[in-house]
């Protein structure tokens, strides 16, 4: 392996189809501006770096970062590569991780709005977030212990896997497929519509029209807080520990709640049932 120590790339594609490299306590920045600098290398370690020019990680194999900083300048940092490893680094630039495969981060921070887009199988532990349309077109994740704070997450993702998390954002998991939620916290507006196979188990589910339009939606053991009009035109097995403020057409299914302050069955296609304590209602929404 070639280690390279202490040393200063400002140049466009500075370190061009690099093989086996290390590089370390080095730094991307520099009146010259370059962009791209490790385009299309492979079995690459940056580590202790600093990166404050574009496009540093473009097509790029077998690509280890540690402890490395991307700047606000850093646009676009990781676009097209496999096999990636990141841990306890900044990934502070915009669209800092897209169409890449076999991804893990573990330890670090992201302020990246559009983070993630079309990116499959990856993994993320222990690590804070900020973005705007965060994990769009995503599939294979597996989060773990990660926060977020975000706006329009989780669209159209498939085949996710999300633990101990806490999530505080506009929506989330818009048309998302085949999606589990466990131990985790969820917070924001209109969460889950149009998605399909999603399952939360012992989640805190916080905000306002929750789960409309959704199919194959099932709640195992969640508590809803300050949510109204939830379940519109949804394929729904629920099981709330809360009261819910309202609920409004479940189209199919069955909802066991605590208690609920108002139903609203005014479509005659909805055929929801409702269990409230030891009460069932038919979709009419009288007693039975």
Known sequence: MNIIR???FDEERALYSSRDIMLTDCSFDGEADGESA????????VDRCFCNLR??????????????????????????SENVVITDSKLHGIKALRECCKVN??????????????????TIKDTSAESEYFMMRSSGLHFENVSLKGKYSFQYIENAVFENCKFDTKDAFWHGKNVTVKNSVIKGEYLAWYSDGLTLENCRIIGTQPFCYCKNLRL?????????????KSDVEATVTTEIDSIK???????????????????????????????KLCPAGKDK
């Open 6 to 8: 202490n040393k200063k």
């Open 38 to 45: 490790l385009k299309e290398s492979s079995d690459v370690t």
């Open 55 to 80: 496009y540093p990680f473009w097509h790029d194999k077998n690509l280890r970062i540690i402890n490395t900083e991307m700047t606000s300048a850093c646009r676009a940092a990781l676009w097209y």
């Open 105 to 122: 981060i573990e330890k670090c921070d992201i302020i990246s709005p559009e983070f993630g887009w079309s990116v499959h199988d990856i």
């Open 220 to 232: 195992v053991n969640c508590e809803m807080i300050d949510t109204d009009l939830c379940f519109e």
């Open 249 to 279: 057409n479940p189209r199919s299914g069955r909802i066991f709640v605590k208690a609920v302050g108002n139903i609203i069955m005014d479509d005659e296609n909805a055929a929801g049932e409702i269990i409230v304590g030891e009460k």
